[in-house]
């Protein structure tokens, strides 16, 4: 059993920044995979940026140039910078891991983009 815990959403003006934390209870180098997830009132959740293990970090293309996803392996934890944040980005980020056979989701967290 994995458990995840997301911090740092909260609300900010167009072109500020926050940085997403997302710390696990297990050691993230035994996981397949990790990421970053939102949801947008109205909308499907989508992969906003992650890495897949032995891989380099992928971002949807709306992030690109903007959120940078990093990881921490002796903090068990996976950070999402997000800077030039735009009213789109609202949504609910919900970190996720992978550990085969097995999908673990944090509880979500969420960020507001608004002036």
């Known amino acids: 059993q994995v458990q995840l815990v997301e911090s740092g959403g909260g609300s900010v003006q167009p072109g500020g920044s926050l940085r997403l934390s997302c710390a696990a209870s297990?050691?993230?180098?035994?996981?397949?995979?990790m990421g970053w997830y939102r949801q947008a009132p109205g909308k499907e959740r989508e992969l906003v940026a992650g890495?897949?293990?032995?891989?380099?970090?992928q971002y949807v293309d709306s992030v690109k140039g903007r959120f940078t996803i990093s990881r921490d392996d002796a903090k068990n934890t996976v950070y999402l910078q997000m800077s030039s944040l735009k009213p789109e980005d609202t949504a609910v980020y919900y970190c996720?891991?992978?550990?085969?056979?097995?999908?673990?989701w944090g509880r979500g967290t969420q960020v507001t983009v608004s002036s």
């Open positions: 996720n891991v992978l550990k085969l056979p097995k999908s673990y």
């Open positions: 297990g050691s993230i180098s035994s996981f397949n995979f």
């Open positions: 890495f897949a293990r032995g891989d380099s970090a």
